[in-house]
């Protein structure tokens, strides 16, 4: 068996912490895209958050979207190209926390796009909760000896680990 990187997936240094799901999750984006044809009509859609800079790792059309508003974004552009594929890639704190609205109100419309929902407890920026994560769990994140601190712009925070040029 040879293990080749797939053809719609970038070779670019990650920026996602080690044993992060996301790298996993694009390979596997990457390779259904290739397997089914669909490059050139499929969109992608990463908001705020880890998944910020997804459209770094796909060779493929991607957009931004605000934190929280990648299904409205996805629906705005699916409504006007229906023609194409598209997809959100979201994190737990923006799906189901600050995009709780865009979520209920796309699956309620039973729009024709795909959400891909990445639980990582977001726990980036400090030790913190969406509502997907059960009570006292984001503490066993930062027990690391990996864990570091870093300094940007005067304020401080904490992320588990940190990998970088």
Known sequence: ???????????????????????????????????????????????????????????????????????????????SRPDLAVFSYQGDGDLVAIGTAETIHAANRGENLTCIFINNAYNYHKPQRSNKVKKGSEKSFLKSDRQKRFFFGGSSFSVPYRVGA
């Open 1 to 79: 068996m040879n293990f080749t990187r797939p053809k719609y997936l970038r070779d670019r240094p990650t920026h996602y912490c080690p044993g992060c799901g996301h790298g996993v999750v694009h390979r596997v984006i990457a390779e259904v895209v290739e397997e089914l044809g669909i490059r050139g009509k499929t969109v992608g859609i990463a908001p705020v958050g880890c998944a910020v800079l997804a459209y770094d790792y796909w060779d493929f059309d991607c957009s931004e979207a605000a934190h929280g508003r990648a299904l409205a974004v996805a629906t705005g552009i699916k409504r």
